[in-house]
């Protein structure tokens, strides 16, 4: 075909009413247009026009902040489609995995989503490091450092909230042995040292079925209940969390003066 | 000739076939562009007689899975680490040979930062590393879906350590000149379209090819349906909670699972706020910021990232240590005879038995025997806690004393002997057998 004919097409379709109606802006070819068009695109506003060469050589930001948001974006998605096949009960969660792997068309979803998760968790860690190598943390990103804290904290969580779910031996047990844990925080575990200090006329106040660990389980071991909660924080609570610091994180990303640099 | 062994290499062939074939590539891509760069004859010609001998003669024995010339580690090597990772000072040489290997890697950064240095043990290790797979022990647990992730993060934390490390060291370098570091030669302005958005959407479809040949090459494990009477053996958490899992072997489930992960993320949080120094700010540099940039490493590299691949290659049932080439035999069993410095100190150094309050007495006559029973800890522990920091101030962190002021290095000192208590109980655990520094197991409280 002949270089006129492409090019009448490509100019056809991008004359079309409806791409114009879809794209506001014609392809940015000068300097001007290409500003134009990050602050009038809905996707891209979220950056600047201009940044220092510096702030996207891969060599210095390892792209890690950006590859662990790509990551929450798959995980979203491929989380609720994942959803749409899973029902958190006794009676199902374990079936409804196993025709995700037999049954189901599409039989990747599963592993894209955990293979997704074990990465996100590899790489948040690989930006915090990036982010200390380069003390990025320095004033005046300080407070971006500790939303990146909560981030990181949250990260873990929501991978050990899903990690329940499939309700294999795999899952209950690695969730067994870390809630353990609650029982033992000081004071409120039922275990824990200064349990004995809650104690009402005689009468313990922090047991096994009102300590820590119980509100965290929701019974007194990993059972429906917990599956419940665990299904509700990995679903919907953490994750809305996570978007709500994503946004004051980039945000901040932005009004700390962009990507770190010498001064 | 074991025929599991034979069953088992037939199984893998066709994976280390083409892995041998991926490092032939790895190799052959790196001779093309190092010969682009440099037109140099040397290195390229080696690096293409190296990606000869991993297509010419690995791939194609590997492929054959043949008795007698697989490639594997040779047995010497295999039984060697078994007696010294396998025994009973398995977790001692294992810590204390991480410490070593990662404190001689930065001493002499500047010789493994050399790109030949880190190609040669980037080669290394993954030969070592195909050769490993066809140990059938090795591969069920490097193997294991869940744990690959794990094996990919060493690597990628050896790659970004190496790469962060051969610019702060080019950047110390250029410092000693009066140079600006690299950064500061990258502080043009450029636009977000089209530089940014095109590197991001390469990244995108990078990485979506990724996740997708992972996805349809390794399936994600499901294993018999819960059940809570069956307690497997070893029990492990998810592998990126294995280092506080390990930290249980040295401490009760109150230090190890609450206190001190609180503490980590309290401390995290804390750097911002402690580190005063205002230069390394936007550049990668050790020199100017030597003593938060070991800080870092001693909590990351060494106690969180070792412990891990400690908790997830090296813990088998009973959460005993066995090597990697160990089959995880259940009825191994190890010694316990660790002690607490209570009973060290009453019985062992004063000859008699613990002091015990006599039973019918009341709350306080108890309380008065165990603090009695458990003073030298008590002591020990409140020491330690109350004395070192103003000790440290007065001395070696003077200079940090001076600028911090009071708070600021109160949190500071009492954060790093939160993070040298895992270090100490380890030695005093290895040396002496020591349990627990305080035990009051009547009040759930034992340190
Ligand atoms: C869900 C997790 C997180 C996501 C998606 C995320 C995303 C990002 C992105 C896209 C950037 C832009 C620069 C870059 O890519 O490196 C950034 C910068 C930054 N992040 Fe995060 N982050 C996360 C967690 C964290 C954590 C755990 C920390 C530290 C504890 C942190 C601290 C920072 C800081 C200080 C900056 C500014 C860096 C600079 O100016 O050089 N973030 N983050």
Redesign the pocket.
């Given at each position: 075909m002949p270089a006129t004919d492409r090019s009448s097409l490509s100019d056809a379709i991008r004359n079309s009413q409806i791409w114009k109606s879809i794209f506001r802006h014609p392809a940015p070819l000068d300097r001007r247009n290409r500003i134009v068009v990050v602050l009038t695109n809905f996707f891209l506003h979220l950056h600047p026009v201009s940044i220092k060469k510096q702030g996207i050589a891969l060599s210095f930001?390892?792209?890690?902040?950006?590859v662990?948001?790509f990551l929450?974006l798959v995980e979203t998605i491929t989380g609720v489609l994942l959803m749409f096949y899973y029902r958190p009960t006794l009676e199902w969660a374990f079936q409804d995995i196993l025709s995700l792997r037999d049954v189901a068309s599409l039989g990747i979803l599963r592993e894209l989503h955990r293979w997704g998760a074990h990465a996100?968790v590899i790489t948040?860690w690989l930006?915090?490091y990036?982010?200390f190598l380069?003390g990025?943390?320095k004033p005046p990103?300080e407070f971006?450092?500790v939303?990146?804290?909560i981030?990181?904290l949250?990260?873990l969580l929501l991978s050990f909230t899903g990690y329940l779910l499939p309700w294999d031996q795999l899952a209950i047990w690695a969730i067994t042995v870390g809630s353990n844990m609650a029982r033992a925080t000081p004071f409120l575990g039922y275990e824990g040292p200064g349990q004995a200090l809650f104690n009402v006329g005689g009468i313990d106040m922090i047991t096994s079925a009102s300590d820590a660990r119980f509100m965290l389980l929701g019974e007194r071991s990993v059972g429906e209940v917990t599956l419940n909660r665990f299904y509700i924080l990995h679903c919907i609570a953490i994750p809305l969390a996570?978007a709500f610091l994503?946004a004051i994180?980039?945000w901040r990303?932005r009004k700390?003066g962009?990507?770190?640099g010498p001064l | 000739m074991d025929p599991n062994l034979l069953t088992h290499w037939q199984n893998i062939s066709g994976f280390l076939g083409f892995y041998y074939i991926a490092l032939a590539l790895m190799n052959g891509i790196a001779a093309f562009v190092v010969w682009r760069r440099s037109h140099a004859t040397v290195g390229p010609v080696l690096l293409l007689l190296l990606s000869l001998v991993y297509v010419g003669v690995l791939a194609p024995l590997a492929f054959s899975a043949d008795a007698t010339w697989m490639p594997r580690m040779p047995s010497w090597f295999t039984q060697l680490t078994n007696e010294i990772l396998g025994g009973s000072w398995g977790a001692v040489i294992y810590t204390v040979g991480s410490i070593v290997l990662l404190g001689g890697l930065f001493v002499a950064r500047k010789f493994f930062v050399r790109p030949d240095v880190a190609w040669i043990l980037l080669n290394a290790s993954l030969l070592a590393l195909g050769l490993s797979f066809s140990d059938p022990n090795f591969y069920a647990i490097a193997a294991k879906p869940d744990n690959v992730p794990i094996v990919g993060l060493i690597f990628l934390l050896g790659f970004f350590t190496w790469l962060a490390t051969s610019r702060a060291v080019e950047n110390d370098a250029r410092a000693l000149e009066g140079r600006p570091p690299l950064e500061k030669e990258n502080d043009e302005k450029i636009l977000v379209w089209p530089d940014l958005v095109y590197t991001e959407l390469i990244c995108m479809i990078l990485l979506t090819a990724l996740l997708l040949f992972w996805a349809i090459g390794l399936d994600a494990p499901l294993e018999e349906p819960a059940s809570s009477v069956k307690t497997p053996n070893p029990s492990k958490a998810p592998w990126y909670f294995l280092g506080l899992q390990e930290m249980l072997v040295y401490f009760d489930p109150w230090m190890a699972g609450v206190v001190l992960p609180s503490l980590i993320v309290v401390g995290?949080m804390a750097i911002p706020y402690l580190d005063f120094n205002p230069k390394g700010n936007?550049y990668y540099t050790i020199e100017d910021r030597k003593f938060s940039y070991l800080m870092y490493q001693f909590g990351f590299l060494v106690l969180w990232i070792t412990l891990i691949v400690l908790g997830t290659f090296l813990r088998g049932p009973n959460w005993n240590i066995f090597a990697v080439y160990e089959y995880w035999d259940p009825h191994k069993v190890e010694a316990l005879n660790n002690i607490d410095l209570s009973n060290m100190f009453w019985e062992q150094l004063m000859g008699v038995s613990l002091p015990k309050a006599p039973n019918e007495a009341g709350f306080f006559t108890q309380l008065g025997f165990i603090l009695y029973r458990e003073w030298l800890g008590i002591a020990v522990t409140l020491l330690y806690f109350i004395m070192l920091p103003p000790l440290m101030a007065a001395t070696v962190f003077r200079g940090f004393f001076v600028k911090m002021g009071f708070m600021r290095f109160m949190v500071m000192s009492n954060l790093i002997l939160f993070m040298a208590l895992l270090p100490i109980k380890m030695v005093l655990r290895w040396t002496v057998n020591l349990k627990y520094i305080i035990a009051i197991p009547e009040y759930f409280l034992n340190l």
């Open positions: 930001t390892w792209c890690m902040g950006g662990t948001f929450f996100m948040v930006h915090m990036r982010v380069t990025s943390y990103r971006n450092w939303i990146g804290v981030l990181l949250l990260t996570v994503l994180h980039f990303v700390d962009g990507i770190s | 995290l936007g």
